[in-house]
């Protein structure tokens, strides 16, 4: 089953304020892309006189939302989340709170010695500026060694997760089943980032692998294949509604030769079963656990978080 929702996010691009022949799927410098993209629309039954804006996309999310959420209301579906919001990539975020809180000893202690010098001469006073005087030595090679670990340490960054499907457990950190990349078309830059996306999450994982995958209304083969062909980074990419690219595309190669090359992509990447439909996204939320069994025990982040800080403190 497509989505629902798929064609009522579809429409041609305006221009002065005037509808255009341009679908809102498609590179209006691209006639292969427009061609393709005026027969889906053609199949989903979209009125060429039909205009939409440019927000296609952010609606898009919200559809996606608004549709599952109510199919598993024990999860939690959200829209732009951190992964380091997750169970599995809580550890990524100490050293960015540690880059960002972490403040050099150095001007405090200065203070405390200015107040020292001070006082008047006594053996408490001696002792006083002794003190002080190795603790300015061992927090200056603690200084130095925060230095260095914040020039050498690496600076890995996630990109925010367009919709999450996580598990939410009192005293637990939420725990990711399925992340989507929402992108109601694609670009290059837009597919590579979709890939470089899975990989990070791939590696960077202490814990089960989430279900990563890409949902898109893009109509063109080519765009798809980058996403689809890559080989562990993304899961399946879940089209809007598969069934009238399907038809869209078998009219449009019934026009071409017999080796026309976005044709022979699509029908590879159906055959590898790399490319799904929306009732397939569908099943895979169904089939979350009613529960994760959690890989960390219960409040073991929270409990390690809050003794690091209490240590601070002291």
């Not at 679908?23 to 292969?32: E, K, L, M, R």
């Not at 939690?76 to 169970?87: D, Q, T, V």
């Not at 830059?189 to 996306?197: E, G, L, P």
């Not at 982040?301 to 403190?313: K, L, M, R, Y």
């Amino acid at each position: 089953m497509p989505a629902p929702f798929a064609a009522s996010l579809c429409g041609f691009r305006s221009k002065n304020g005037q509808v255009t022949a341009n679908p809102n799927t498609s590179d209006a410098n691209d006639p292969g892309s427009v061609e393709l993209g005026q027969a889906l629309f053609s199949e989903l039954g979209v009125p060429s006189e039909k205009m939409v804006g440019k927000d296609a996309g952010a609606r898009m999310e919200e559809a996606i939302q608004q549709h599952l959420q109510p199919l598993r209301p024990d999860l939690a579906i959200c829209r732009s989340r951190s992964a380091l919001e997750f169970e599995q990539y809580a550890h990524l975020r100490v050293f960015p709170e540690y880059v960002s809180k972490h403040r050099e000893a150095a001007p405090s202690l200065e203070q405390l010695q200015k107040i020292a010098d001070q006082l008047p001469a006594s053996v408490a006073t001696s002792h006083l500026k002794k003190g002080l005087a190795k603790a300015t030595a061992e927090f200056a090679e603690q200084d130095r060694m925060s230095a260095r670990l914040k020039l050498y340490m690496p600076e890995e960054s996630l990109l925010k997760l367009d919709l999450t499907c996580a598990s939410v457990d009192e005293g637990r950190e939420s725990f990711l089943h399925l992340g989507l990349s929402s992108k109601w078309s694609l670009r290059t830059d837009r597919a590579q980032d979709c890939v470089s996306q899975g990989s990070k999450l791939a590696s960077q994982r202490r814990g089960p692998m989430p279900h990563y995958a890409v949902i898109t209304m893009e109509p063109r083969p080519a765009m798809l294949k980058i996403i689809a062909d890559q080989s562990g980074s993304v899961d399946y990419v879940y089209h809007l509604d598969l069934p009238a690219l399907i038809r869209a595309m078998k009219r449009v190669k019934s026009g071409k030769p017999a080796n026309w090359s976005p044709g022979l992509t699509f029908d590879r990447l159906l055959k590898q079963g790399r490319i799904r439909d929306y009732d397939e996204l569908v099943s895979a939320v169904q089939a979350i656990p009613d529960r994760a069994n959690s890989t960390i025990p219960q409040g073991a982040i929270t409990e390690a978080e809050e003794a690091a800080g209490g240590s601070e403190e002291q």
